[in-house]
């Protein structure tokens, strides 16, 4: 479980999540390709691809020829605010931040706990720019709340507008600069910082407590931790491609050029098919699968009505996986039916998740990914409590269930006979 918190304790933003999933990559004998580049690719070859430096395609090549791609996905942002172009203000005697919402946070839960920044920055350099990470790791913000004496009705009802309710504190008036605590942390003069991406984020570290685990960012770390980790430790079947793919900007639609609705992907997997002399993609996509990853929602102890009492997963009770009739979720009988038999020849538990028929529900990667790249997909999640908290909750030993169904995913070795039934 420490791993696991490890992993989110290095992964404040996406870009941070890309670049440590990276380095973790390069650990276990991961050479990095450039997509502006020809790749030369060996058979048995591991590979990573990154988009934007917030989202990674990781991939293991077979030693003969590629017979099928056996994918994993997850994201790598999670909601958050983010800070706007000379984003410090003064007045009523502190230092204030300008910022946007990114994606659905619960709001509440951002107030009155410290927060540290973090992102990229593009550094002027004698030719041009370049791009570095910066996390300032400390407190250096709060979203104060107003006094409940000041607001009687704030424990019965409490809107919050963030362009009023949501701007945080960075400081005492005369604090200093933001700009130039930023500069000094990658090395940089204040003049030469000509672009960022920063967000403020909760520094605090996960914990495991009572067979749970409560950490920022559970939301889709628990999953991208787990695809990674069952990349690495997975032992492909024979003609298996396992691609793992960490994709940026599921938390506001995944229409960016880094996002799952882009054709990075699709072009990844061209290529490897160019590489094992296949014309185009077709060929392999019968026999093909993919795990779309996000957490699910577990049932809530509180408020049980809120979940399909008949399709309400429990944290502990293994891999959630999530059904929808509009299809916002990609599993069908078919990609169900194969998943099902990959966990439960691993031991692998697994439950099943429906929104009650009166609610929406989210969405995810999956159904945007195959747009790009069309296969037989099941979304899958660890059950949690908080989805959108900037304190989230979900049981430990979920990462180890995914892990393991992951892991045997990879090694299965699919094979489609072209009428509906597969061998598994
Ligand atoms: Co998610």
Known sequence: MEALLDYIAQCPTAFHTAGHSAALLEAAGYTRLAETE????????????????SSVIAFRLPEGRVARLMMAAAHTDSPSFKLNEDPQFAGVGVERLSVEKYGGSIYATWLDRPLSIAGRVLVRTEGGVETRLVDLRQPCAVIPN???????QMNEKNA???????????GLEGCGSL?????AAVGAEEKDILGDDLFLYNPQRGVEWNGLVSAPRLDDLQCAYAALRSLLEAEPA?????VCCLFDNEEVGSQTKQGAAAPFLRSVAERIAAWSGERDLTAWLASSFMASCDNAHAQHPNHP?????????????GVVIKHNAA??????????????????????AVQHYNNRADMAGGSTLGNIANTQVALNTVDVGCAQLAMHSAWET???SDTQAMVKALTALYETALVSDGKGGYSV
């Not at 107003?146 to 009687?152: E, K, L």
């Not at 700009?179 to 500069?183: G, H, Q, T, V």
């Not at 009505?305 to 009770?317: F, I, Q, T, W």
Request: charged fraction near 20%; proline fraction near 5%; hydrophobic fraction near 40%.
């Open 327 to 348: 299809q916002h979720y990609t599993t069908d009988g078919v990609s169900d039916a194969i998943f099902r038999l990959i966990c439960e020849k691993a031991g692998v």
């Open 38 to 53: 020809e790749w030369q690719l060996t058979p048995g070859g591991k590979y990573y691809v990154m988009r934007n430096g």
């Open 160 to 170: 919050l507008n963030p362009a009023v309710d949501l701007v945080p504190v960075y």
């Open 394 to 396: 979900a049981a430990a």
């Open 238 to 242: 024979e003609g298996t491609a396992a």
């Open 146 to 152: 107003v006094a409940i004496h000041m607001n009687r």
């Open 179 to 183: 700009k130039a605590r930023i500069a």
């Open 305 to 317: 009505e809120l979940a399909d009492s008949r399709h309400a997963p429990r944290m502990g009770g």
